[in-house]
């Protein structure tokens, strides 16, 4: 519904930046970090970076503000940011190349973030464009960063991941688990250029949405009291080494017939549960997409997806059992299997 209605404003809570966050940090040492999907200041992703940058070393933190974003100055007006205008909600870009503890309290806070916004007019500039993450001024800072970190427009993702491997860039993103299923994406994950991350607390990724956005959520997804929008399908998708890719999926089941059957469109088997992949198989196997949250590169191979894999006698289609259509699957092979 939301990139239908073209409504991609849906807000990162910190604490699950700074969850995410904690198994890359030494990847982020003395890098320059672009948000090019944040307003800045506004953004959880922007205050996460400023109140944490001499904790993690960081060289430099762009920001990047989009013109029709409906939150920008809504917590630091933007008269109150030197080297802005007053007047209007112009896109404008943040550069921080340091940050200073100006209240001598021994610690980075949001006060001295705000100090910094406010009386270093180094640090902040109108866009010439609307800060569109395609735009000529958003491109080259893209090429400055060293690695991008930030909730992109989930309608644009492909496009978003894209651009990003085309420019050989480290990242850590969110979107859609759905996703996966791109033709696109798929050929992304089947490459080793990108795979997910540790993902939300129980599968649960909690966002802000602007008040004019609000509509008729089923029971369970909208809260009025907090503000949030529930999403059980939202993951974070990365091309960052993180302890989770080199776990080993711990397999117990040895294969029979009767508990996985084979499909009759490709020569492969059923695999419904990711915990239930057979310990002794060394042929194809069909396992559902969230296999990519436990996906060990060393344990298995990916030899693509349902509609897009060489070798489906109905290409297009979805894998089928006795006529039935099943649900997108992922087809694997034991690493080392016999071909």
Known sequence: MAKKAKQDEFYTQL???????????????????????DDPFESNFFKYFALNFNTLDIKKLIATSYAKSPIVGG??????????????????????????????????????????????????RPLKDNGDFRSQECVEFLKEADVVITNPPFSLFREYVAQLVAHDKLFLIIGSKNAVTYKEIFQFIMENKLWLGYGFA??????????????????????????LVKFRNVGWFTNMDNPKRHEEITLYKKYNPAEYPQYDNYDAIEVSKTAEIPVDYDGAMGVPITFLDKYNPEQFEIIGIDRYTEGNKTPGKRMTINGKEIYARILIKRKGASQ
């Open 15 to 37: 604490g699950d930046i700074s969850n995410e966050l904690r198994y890359y940090k030494a990847q982020l040492r003395d890098k320059t970090i672009l948000c090019n999907c």
């Open 75 to 124: 917590q630091l007006p933007l008269f109150d940011i030197e080297g802005l205008k007053p007047e209007g909600r112009e896109p404008y870009a943040v550069e921080i190349n340091e940050v200073p503890d100006h209240n001598s309290d021994g610690a980075i806070d949001i006060t001295d973030v705000e100090y910094l916004l406010k009386h270093d007019n180094n640090t902040a």
């Open 202 to 227: 129980a599968g649960n990724a909690y966002f802000k949405i602007p008040l004019e956005n609000i509509r008729d959520y089923a029971d369970g997804v909208y809260d009025k009291e907090t503000g």
